[in-house]
Each structure stands twice: as C-alpha cells, then as structure tokens.
C-alpha cells in the first residue's frame, strides 16, 4: 500500500503541482499528503500504522465528514452544480 501510495502521490504532484489559493491547492495537498503518507509507512511501517490506526478509532466521523465536504466541493467546481 506504501508503494501505491507513493506512485499516487508522485503521479499527482508532477501532474498537478500549483500553489494557488483556490480549488487547485485543495489536489495539490491531496497528493502531497499522499506521498509522505506513502513515504512514512514505506521507512516507519510499525509507527505510522499504529499512528493512522488511533486516528482512525478517534476522528473517524470527522475525518468522513470533511472528505465529504471536500468531495462535493470539487464536484460542484467541477460540474457547476450550484452556481456561484
């Protein structure tokens, strides 16, 4: 899954790697995180996964809710479903 992770992550930044403050940084963090996520359970896999494992447990809810939000946030940018 490390590797994956990495390969997405690395795939996203040389693809998608613009500092702009609008919808665009929200993919670029997307793909930075996943690459030191990648990174982190390739060199620390013990550590890392006993660390997303209590985030897991303890922000579940919160961390489900703001994918969502995020996820129909890029959908409305991207398809205009409720006009600005």
């Known amino acids: 899954m490390s590797f994956l992770s990495i390969i997405a992550g690395l795939l996203n930044i040389l693809v998608h790697n613009i500092w702009e403050s609008n919808w665009k940084l929200i993919i ?9 996520i990648g990174l982190a359970l390739f060199i620390f896999p013990k550590r890392t996964t006993d660390w997303l ?22 959908l409305n940018i991207a398809y205009s479903i ?3």
């Open 28 to 36: 670029t963090l997307i793909g930075w995180s996943s690459l030191f």
């Open 82 to 84: 409720i006009p600005f």
């Open 53 to 74: 494992t209590f985030l897991n447990i303890k922000l579940i809810q919160v961390i489900y809710t703001l994918l969502f939000l995020v996820g129909l946030f890029l």
